[in-house]
């Protein structure tokens, strides 16, 4: 199994982006779903979170501008973040619980995408 971060870059305050990730290879299921983000020197830290059925979670300091989705057809989860702050800026990974047959679930981590909010 192999996950494929895509998405970040370079925005300006107040702009938009958005994240991908794509899991590919041997696939019974995906289940929770989830982003993170890390700024140098600081701990990783959960930004948003969604179940099979489509139920969300999100930190306060993203509530509202921030939109988590995921396309399980596809085994693709997306993360839409609006009104972007400077605060923002830092390496995105996501994170998902995958199951290769029925019995057998791990969690797998992308390689993580920068984005930089700056004007």
């Known amino acids: 199994v192999q996950l494929q971060a895509s998405g970040g870059g370079l925005v300006q305050p107040g702009g938009s982006l958005t994240l991908s990730c794509a899991a590919s290879?041997?696939?019974?299921?995906?289940?929770?779903m989830e982003w993170y983000r890390q700024v140098p020197g600081k701990q990783r830290e959960s930004v948003a979170g969604?179940?099979?059925?489509?139920?969300?979670s999100y930190i306060d300091a993203v509530k509202g501008r921030f939109t988590i989705s995921r396309d399980n057809a596809k085994n693709t989860m997306y993360l839409l973040m609006d009104s972007l702050k400077p605060e923002d800026t830092a390496v995105y990974y996501c994170?998902?619980?995958?199951?290769?047959?029925?019995?057998?679930?791990?969690?797998?981590w992308g390689q993580g995408t920068l984005v930089t909010v700056s004007s």
């Open positions: 290879g041997s696939i019974y299921s995906v289940t929770w």
């Open positions: 994170n998902l619980e995958i199951f290769s047959n029925r019995w057998a679930g791990r969690v797998y």
């Open positions: 969604i179940t099979t059925s489509g139920c969300t």
